[in-house]
Every structure is written in structure tokens, then in C-alpha cells.
């Protein structure tokens, strides 16, 4: 038997975002939000390892109430329990803060044999809060897996680094982060989905957490200007424009 915990977020679509031009800030009301595919793919697995296994899965996120939903997604999925940590002081949280609040909630809500996280968030791409939350934990990270495989008291893990492969051993308890790669989730039925919204999910406040220092102070969000240069080349025999082209572009630094 084994016990997983898998955090989830509640990510908000990058390509509804509308950018407020006086202001040079992003629009995030009314973008539409959703579990990321990253994450779906960690609720995946540690749902495989508790069916493999034995144990139970318990989901966790942090985010405003609506973030509800994808904890009905999990639990549809598959997940025995889910948390849901709100509080209008959390909604500007940093990864520091982030991984904080998700560390006190893990040990406040028990002891977790697997932790899985998706590598990273599809909205936010920092790579920061699973590791960070193992680091505050002071147990094993191993991030980039593509598979995950439980023996006993240990875990054997392939790690993906692009140009290769690398297979690492570690004791229980352990946080892993997934890859897109590592498996395709499953995707619950109507009835999943109805049984879903009549379980309960337990919702912590910024008074039962910890961990409320944000470290990250942001100071501008802007859209970079770019500047394009329109050159054309009429009129030329085909030989001489193709090297006047290569010859900007050597100017350019883009060619060597």
C-alpha cells in the first residue's frame, strides 16, 4: 500500500490573455483556465501506481475557489481525496510561496510515500515549485521522468535530458516530477464526472498554511518591442540579390 499525493494547478490559457497597452500588464480576467496536460499526466500516474500498488491518492491544489475544478477532474480521473488551499492573500502568490503552502499542507495532511508534480506549470514555466517543495520537505527530487517504477521501499526512475536517457534509484519517500511523455491520461466518463461532484473536498485557508514571505517582488511586466527591418531587393539578377541577402544577414549577426 502505498500513499501519493499529486499537485495539480489550475493554469490559465496563455493564448486568451489579452495585454492592457496603457498599462503593459496582462489581462487574466476572463481568460480561461484549465489543469494542464503536464498535470493531468501526473494525476495519471500516481492513480497507475495506486492501481498497480494498492493505497490511495490524494490531490492537491492552491488557487482561487474555482480551482475546484480541476480537483473534479482528478477525482473523476480516478484520485480517492482532494485539497484545495484559497484565500485572497494566496491569488499573488510566488513559486516560493507556492511551494511553502504545499509543503505545510503535505505534513499537515499526513505522510506522503510519492509526491508527484508535473514538471512544470503551462502558464508560468519556471521548473521551481516541485523541487522547492522537496527541498523544504528534505526529501529526494528526481524531475524529468518518463517512467516511474515502484519496488518496495524504493523507486527506480528513467529521467528524460533530451539528448539522453539516465536511470535513477531512490527511498521513500520521494518527489518526482513528470514529463509529457511519461504516459496519456485517461479521460473520465459522464458518470466519472457525476460521482465527481458529489465528493467532498476539503478546502485549508491562508491560516492553516505557512510559509506567507513572498521572496519574488514583481517590478514590470511588459511586451517586448520589436523592431523589423523591411529590405527589399528589386531589380537584381537572382545571383547578386542572394548574396546582397547573405551579406545583411552576416551583418546582422544572424549568419557566421
Do not use: W
Not at 117 to 125: A, F, H, K, Q, V
Request: hydrophobic share 40%; proline share 5%.
Amino acid at each position: 500500500m502505498v500513499k501519493v499525493a499529486v499537485c495539480v494547478k489550475y493554469s490559465i490559457d496563455v493564448s486568451n490573455i489579452k495585454v492592457d497597452r496603457a498599462t503593459q500588464t496582462p489581462i487574466t480576467i476572463g481568460a480561461s483556465r484549465r489543469m494542464s496536460d503536464i498535470d493531468r499526466r501526473a494525476v495519471e500516474e500516481a492513480i497507475r501506481i495506486k492501481e498497480k500498488h494498492g493505497g490511495a491518492v490524494t490531490a492537491f491544489t492552491l488557487g482561487i475557489p474555482e480551482a475546484r475544478t480541476c480537483l473534479r477532474e482528478a477525482l473523476a480521473m480516478g484520485v480517492d481525496d482532494a485539497v484545495l488551499i484559497t484565500d485572497p492573500i494566496l491569488e499573488s502568490s510566488d513559486t516560493y510561496v507556492t511551494s511553502r503552502v504545499l509543503a505545510n499542507a503535505l505534513v499537515k495532511l499526513g505522510l506522503f510515500d510519492i509526491i508527484l508534480c508535473g514538471e512544470t506549470s503551462t502558464d508560468g514555466y519556471s521548473y521551481q515549485v516541485g523541487p522547492r517543495i522537496a527541498e523544504i520537505l528534505n526529501i529526494p527530487c528526481i524531475t524529468y521522468a518518463k517512467n516511474i517504477a515502484l519496488n518496495g521501499s524504493y523507486v527506480t526512475v528513467e529521467r528524460d535530458l533530451e539528448d539522453r536517457y539516465e536511470v535513477v534509484k531512490a527511498q521513500l519517500p520521494v518527489l518526482i516530477t513528470v514529463t509529457r511523455e511519461i504516459n496519456e491520461p485517461r479521460h473520465p466518463s459522464t458518470a466519472s464526472m457525476m460521482k465527481a461532484f458529489k465528493k467532498p473536498i476539503k478546502t485549508l485557508n491562508a491560516k492553516d498554511v505557512d510559509g506567507l514571505n513572498p521572496q519574488v517582488q514583481v517590478l514590470k511586466v511588459f511586451i517586448p518591442e520589436l523592431k523589423r527591418k523591411s529590405i527589399v531587393f528589386k531589380d537584381l539578377p537572382v545571383k547578386q540579390a542572394v548574396a546582397e541577402v547573405v551579406k545583411n544577414l552576416v551583418k546582422e549577426g544572424v549568419l557566421k
